[in-house]
């Protein structure tokens, strides 16, 4: 079974990096205090922005309007009802619907 | 701040730390039900035995690690590139340690190694959206309790899910392959963290430059739009800082 080798080698090295600072769990250097509030935003925002606009590896209409309408759906019910499953619901409804359209 | 369907301004002693914990847990499972349905009957479409492939899920507990490392497995890609591509796409989970280790400090250190394996996106954005919420997600204890019940709700869920992906494999039927649902999922646990002009820089850089650097091998885009997304927010408190606001302007 090579291929399970291979999945516990990263699996150990995703391990390491989850572990490498929540385990010491040292106060921050004063550089890296200022850096920390940035991570979420920052990498949630590189997380999503790519798989919501070019969902496929590029920027096409089909693949990126369901998108746009989705997020937006989404945005827009989060203001109103600061519901999770409410905004996700009607945003993959939009999702679906515009989908149909380019099909 | 609240996260996930409670009430706004509900004061946090109403409700325990484990139910709380369990009721934002239930919303991102069913957010997460059409992708982890999916990635199970991906995995079985692969080359590789259904339960190699499922073994991901308990060995790497990360959707989009999965994805990365038994695709390019199935591809017939080597040893080295994998486990290269993978750690890469993972990075981040260097900076979400970092981020959550304050909160943790006070943690008994047996349950901080517990912690890091239950580390996943949506663990990271739920415990770091409640830590930083006005009451601080109450004392280290009350804290501990929140991020192991939703670390260890999430993860006995997508075993179960992509489980039956796996199973359920040729059966699920197509408008049932939701690609947008983790990707939403995963902004409407943004939206609640921008709470400021540092915030939405630093979201807006790191999406824009992850999405002009797509093409990058290896997963590498995301990394260098998480670098920039943290330099934005950086470059945007140190501007404010150095700029007084006029009388009677709000943050953000």
Same mark, same amino acid.
């Given at each position: ?13 995703? +391990? ?11 106060? /921050?250097?004063?550089? %890296? ?9 920052? $990498? ?15 920027? @096409?209409?089909?693949? @990126? ?39 | %701040? ?22 934002? #847990? ?18 079985? #479409? ?6 190699? !492939? ?14 990365? !490392? ?11 590139? $994998?486990? /290269? ?7 981040? %989970? ?25 580390? =996943?996106?949506?663990? +990271? ?9 006005? *009451? ?8 501990? $309790?929140? +991020? ?36 939403? @999922? ?6 609640? %963290? ?9 979201? !807006?850089?790191?999406?824009?430059? !992850?999405?002009?650097? =797509? ?27 150095? =700029? ?6 709000? *943050?953000?």
């Amino acid at each position: 079974m090579p291929e399970l080798l291979v999945l516990v080698a990263v699996g150990a090295g995703t +391990y390491a990096m989850r572990a490498a600072f929540l385990v010491p769990a040292r106060p /921050a250097p004063p550089a %890296m205090a200022r850096v920390l509030p940035h991570v979420g935003p920052a $990498v949630l925002g590189a997380l999503v922005a790519p798989a919501l606009l070019a969902p496929h590896g590029a920027v @096409t209409v089909a693949g @990126t309007v369901p998108g746009v309408v989705a997020a937006a759906g989404a945005w827009l019910l989060w203001r109103r009802t600061r519901s999770l499953p409410v905004a996700l619901f009607g945003a993959l409804t939009l999702a679906l619907l515009t989908t149909a359209v380019f099909r | %701040m609240s996260t996930c369907g409670t009430t706004p301004g509900t004061p946090a002693t109403v409700t325990s730390p484990h139910r709380r914990a369990i009721k934002d #847990s239930v919303a991102v499972i069913v957010a997460y039900l059409p992708f982890g349905l999916t990635l199970g009957a991906t995995l079985a #479409s692969t080359r590789l035995p259904g339960w190699v !492939a499922w073994a991901s899920s308990p060995l790497l507990f990360n959707g989009a690690t999965q994805l990365v !490392a038994v695709t390019l497995l199935d591809g017939g890609a080597g040893a080295v590139l $994998v486990v /290269a591509a993978a750690l890469v796409v993972n990075a981040r %989970m260097l900076l979400y340690g970092a981020s959550l280790a304050p909160y943790a400090a006070e943690w008994p250190r047996r349950w901080r190694w517990i912690g890091g394996y239950l580390m =996943t996106d949506p663990v +990271y954005a739920l415990a770091v959206g409640r830590f930083r919420a006005p *009451d601080g997600g109450g004392g280290a204890r009350e804290r501990l $309790v929140y +991020y192991l019940t939703v670390g260890v709700t999430l993860c006995l869920a997508w075993q179960v899910l992509t489980g039956a992906g796996v199973l359920l494999a040729g059966v699920l039927p197509d408008w049932f392959q939701v690609d947008l649902a983790a990707p939403l @999922t995963l902004l409407l646990l943004l939206l609640p %963290m921008l709470t400021g002009r540092a915030a939405y820089a630093a979201a !807006a850089a790191g999406g824009a430059v !992850a999405l002009t650097a =797509t093409a990058l091998p290896l997963g590498l885009g995301l990394v260098v739009g998480a670098a920039a997304g943290i330099a934005a927010g950086v470059a945007v408190d140190a501007w404010r800082r150095r =700029t007084p606001r006029p009388e009677g302007v709000p *943050d953000a």
